[in-house]
């Protein structure tokens, strides 16, 4: 995973709610087995279907901050969304609030997600819409999202925020204790049911 | 101190806490599907790193497996790709898989209670949002990434954050012809998509405690529709009942002594819940969504709504973008929409007792003759029930369609798919624009409803038909 620190990009205003992970990249692109290369799929029904769809506007191709409303991320567990996203050369979401699935694997695959109250949230469209070419910057380590003279202050975790500074993968973290996963392992009950072999 | 049942699961498979880090979680059992697994054993590999614990990982083929012709290989290369990859994989780490053909076959969610996998008080996860089915069983089961998929499959663990406590308490009695899918229709429409955010959900009161395992496991399913981590329900006789003589159902005394302590799996008097939902089951009808999120629904009684009444600038916007999607016009009532598909199955609702449900309403009567019904059972063992039954007989004597099993319409990776502009009931759990098929419109339904609306290709509660 590449580390998030700092970020400055244009963002662009997606003024919809419970955009769910089908619409972020539909099934038929999650038959693939390779992580990258999803960027054809990102939004490819409003894409296709809706000529003024936001990022089919010339002022936020280059987009790297995506602003959404509520409850960004519903529904399927796909990480392919994620992957979408950033193959679609964004490195930030901002929405009022996420769906868990989606903000946890964005914690797992380098995209950052913030949150913001939904006020923050309009605040930032208004001056997106306004002026497209708006540097937004996230800035990670001070947990504050910054355009024009408006600063925003951010909550994150800090070891969360520890792991994206870093880019610090989980499972080599993880592999640090394996000693007490197998003290675990050496107390669980017998009649738990193991699928090999089959009776 | 008091704890709720999910407070009790969890606590009892945490490797390893520390202040400021999130727990180290073990996990009893991981299914593994083609969809979500193969970055997962290409990243494995990519580090040198094997499968910690194949005997506790489960795999089998669902979402993009053919549900007409399935003994031929899969005609869409890309679909092919993807499933021969999970063979290989299965093979290189060890790992038992369920292919196609296979009697243990089909959807994740169906096979694992149906093997006796699924059991009272265990941690499951699978890269599947829907996980949150085996919840019924008094499991914490919940949906995780790809990135967590390799992670389980490396450690066996997960890093977790003690999630929120949630009550949704049902009392009362269903009137007949409702259902375990109005009930968790009706919470989803009341507390939102993502309303459950944060929680684990414990589905309480004499309606839940009186309901069959298939149909708990519908309830449980949907949770992740209100966007909660997890849903689950208190085990009881109901519960020992359906696993007992299943294949890895424990035996003897470990029988005699997983029971024992299946029945401490109970949320504690004055254990505390963050939020609590209550719900009176005597005043729900038949639920169908109108909208294209699962929040957008309504008793089938009710009328297409009109954006204007909704007060929240955002909801409004989003009603108005579902009923352009839609087609649907304000005020018009929902027994009018005429349907072109009617899908029963899914993990929600391709189980036997749905099936068994649908059959007694087509059983000696024709489908309406513009309607499409497609019966796809939940999984092989299903599906060899349902034929056992005569129930497959209804089914096509009736004018519907007997397929094979797997995830099929429900998401439309495999060939059956709805075409622009086409309309469905459907028993799955996703009314997403495009879900069903690109331009697909869908309206969420029981298997009831789904059984009588193809009777009468309109959106129909099954009250209707009586004196039809
Ligand atoms: S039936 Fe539908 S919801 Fe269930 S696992 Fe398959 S695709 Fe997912």
Same mark, same amino acid.
């Given at each position: ?18 955009? $769910?992970? +089908? ?18 799929? /990102?939004?490819?029904? #409003?894409?296709?279907?809706?000529? $003024? ?29 994620? #992957?979408?996203?950033? $193959? ?38 208004? =001056? ?26 951010? $909550? ?5 925020? #520890?792991?994206? /500074?870093?880019?610090?993968? +989980? ?6 204790? /394996? ?11 017998? #009649? /738990?049911?193991? =699928?090999?072999?089959?009776? | ?16 806490? &520390? ?5 180290? *979680? ?44 399935? *003994? ?6 890309? !679909? ?20 196609? %053909? ?37 499991? *914490? ?37 409702? !259902? ?11 507390? %939102? ?6 929680? @684990? ?75 609590? @939902? ?6 729900? &009808? ?40 839609? %087609? ?19 993990? &929600? ?49 009736? %004018? ?69």
């Amino acid at each position: 995973m590449d580390a998030f620190t700092t970020h400055t990009g244009t963002a662009a205003p997606l003024r919809r709610s419970a955009v $769910d992970t +089908d619409q972020i990249i539909p099934a038929e692109y999650l038959k693939r087995i390779t992580r990258t290369g999803f960027e054809d799929g /990102l939004f490819v029904a #409003w894409r296709t279907n809706e000529p $003024d769809f936001v990022l089919n506007k010339p002022e936020y191709a280059d987009a790297s901050i995506l602003v959404a409303g509520p409850d960004f991320g519903t529904g399927s567990s796909r990480e392919h969304a994620n #992957w979408a996203l950033l $193959d679609g050369g964004f490195r930030v979401v901002i929405s009022s609030r996420f769906a868990d699935i989606f903000r946890n694997n964005s914690t797992k695959s380098g995209l950052l997600t913030v949150v913001l109250p939904q006020a923050d949230v309009e605040a930032l469209w208004t =001056a997106i819409e306004a002026d497209p070419a708006t540097p937004v910057t996230v800035d990670l380590q001070a947990k504050q999202v910054t355009y024009g003279d408006v600063s925003v202050p951010f $909550d994150v975790d800090d070891y969360t925020r #520890w792991r994206l /500074l870093e880019g610090l993968d +989980d499972v080599g973290l993880t592999e640090r204790h /394996l000693d007490d996963v197998a003290a675990y392992e050496a107390a669980r009950p017998s #009649w /738990l049911p193991a =699928a090999l072999p089959a009776r | 101190m008091p704890k709720t049942l999910a407070e009790k699961v969890y606590d009892a498979h945490v490797v390893r806490s &520390t202040a400021g880090e999130p727990d180290l *979680l073990y996990i009893d059992l991981h299914l593994v599907h083609e969809v979500t697994s193969p970055q997962a054993f290409d990243g494995l590999r990519a580090a040198g790193r094997t499968v910690r614990r194949p005997d506790l990982t489960m795999a089998t083929e669902d979402h993009n497996v053919p549900t007409l012709d399935i *003994l031929s290989p899969i005609a869409d290369p890309v !679909s092919r790709a993807q499933v021969d990859a999970l063979r290989r994989n299965a093979v290189e780490f060890g790992i038992r898989l369920a292919p196609m %053909g296979d009697r243990d076959q089909g959807i994740v969610h169906v096979i694992g209670p149906q093997l006796g996998l699924t059991q009272p008080g265990m941690t499951i996860v699978c890269g599947d949002s829907h996980t949150s089915t085996h919840g019924a069983f008094g499991a *914490l089961a919940f949906g995780i990434g790809t990135s967590e998929v390799e992670h389980v499959l490396a450690t066996q663990t997960l890093p977790q954050y003690r999630p929120k406590q949630m009550s949704v308490t049902v009392e009362g009695e269903l009137a007949p012809g409702v !259902s375990a899918k109005d009930v968790i229709l009706a919470v989803i429409a009341q507390i %939102g998509t993502n309303g459950a955010a944060g929680h @684990v959900i414990e589905y309480r009161g004499s309606a839940i405690e009186a309901l069959s395992m298939e149909a708990r496991m519908t309830i449980c399913n949907m949770s992740i529709e209100a966007g909660a981590k997890a849903g689950l329900i208190a085990p009881d006789q109901t519960t020992f009942d359906f696993l007992q003589g299943r294949p890895h159902a424990p035996e003897g005394a470990d029988w005699e002594a997983a029971v024992e302590h299946w029945r401490t799996l109970r949320t504690d008097d004055g254990a505390v819940f963050d939020r609590e @939902v209550t719900l009176d089951a005597s005043t729900l &009808t038949p639920f169908v969504t109108w909208g294209t999120n699962p929040g957008q629904g309504l008793p089938i009684d009710g009328v297409v709504p009109d954006p204007a009444q909704f007060a929240d600038e955002s909801e409004r916007r989003a009603a108005e973008q579902a009923l352009a999607y839609m %087609g649907l016009t304000p005020g018009t009532p929902l027994r009018e929409i005429k349907v072109d598909t009617v899908f029963l199955g899914s993990c &929600t609702n391709g189980r036997i007792e749905d099936l068994r449900t649908a059959a007694t309403f087509l059983q000696g009567k024709r489908i309406d003759p513009d309607t499409r019904m497609l019966v796809v059972p939940g999984s092989v063992g299903v599906k060899l029930q349902a034929e056992a039954e005569g129930l497959d007989k209804v089914f096509t004597e009736a %004018g519907a369609e007997w397929r094979g099993a797997g995830c099929s319409m429900c998401l439309g990776m495999n060939p059956d798919q709805l075409q622009p502009g086409e309309r469905s009931a459907s028993t799955s759990n996703r009314n997403f624009q495009g879900r069903q098929g690109k331009g697909g419109r869908t309206h969420l339904v029981s298997p009831s409803v789904a059984a009588a609306t193809a009777l009468t290709g309109r959106l129909t509660a099954p009250a209707d038909l009586i004196g039809a």
